[in-house]
């Protein structure tokens, strides 16, 4: 069995042009294909001969993880604008959860910006932890490293340069990210924290 690349029914972004869309999911179409590939050259060796082969499978084993997670966080990131911006509602479990962990709205979308100005590419993830019913934001350095053991994601931003270096400079990652935010469907986060608070 292998992974089909999913097809996002995306429209038009504001300050996220379509040809930055297009090279951003051209590279998750990527992750996808190597995937596969991964777990079919696994499967290749072991059938051959997985004693021989076992040092070449464990390396395979342990780029899955980068491929695999690339391949994920790229499917968070791509749904979160379909059906459109919107804004989170009045009735929202997750608003009420954030503005109690942060005081209000406001300063939950300010925490997330002043994560996303981290140096360097990763990612900013929203999660929440059913145990403590309490959400982190955090920023992952790579796709499968620094990761929060466990939680559900809830929002995910993209802060690799190919999420936004055809309309931005690295120097004006803030403006991608106000970008971001301006399209981001609170929908689709709050129906992943809906999910998992029950």
């Given amino acids: 069995m292998n992974y089909t690349a999913r097809k996002f029914e995306l429209p038009e ?25 991964i ?11 997985a004693e021989k082969n076992a040092f070449i499978i464990n390396e395979l ?8 997670d690339g391949m994920r966080m ?11 911006a919107k804004g989170a509602g009045e009735t929202s479990a997750l608003k ?7 005081g209000d709205w406001d300063k939950f979308v300010a ?15 929203v999660y929440f932890d059913p145990a403590e019913r309490m959400i982190h934001t955090a920023y992952v350095g790579d796709h499968e490293l620094g990761q929060l053991a466990g ?26 990210v106000d ?6 469907n609170w929908n689709v986060p709050e129906k992943r924290f809906v999910e998992h608070a029950v």
């Fill in 13 to 37: 972004l504001k300050g996220i042009s379509k040809n930055q869309i297009d090279v951003h999911l051209a590279l998750y179409e990527g992750y996808v294909k190597h995937t596969n590939l």
């Fill in 39 to 49: 777990l079919d050259t696994i499967k290749e060796l072991r059938a051959a001969d």
């Fill in 61 to 68: 084993r342990r780029r899955l993880g980068f491929e695999f």
């Fill in 74 to 84: 790229h499917e968070y990131y791509f749904e979160q604008f379909e059906g459109g």
């Fill in 96 to 102: 009420d959860l954030a503005e109690e962990r942060y």
């Fill in 111 to 125: 925490h997330i910006k002043e994560v996303a100005g981290t140096r360097g590419i990763g990612w900013v993830v």
């Fill in 151 to 176: 939680l559900p994601i809830i929002l995910a931003i993209d802060m690799w340069e190919h999420a936004f270096m055809v309309d931005y400079v690295p120097a004006d990652k803030k403006k991608y």
């Fill in 179 to 184: 970008a971001f935010l301006e399209n981001l």
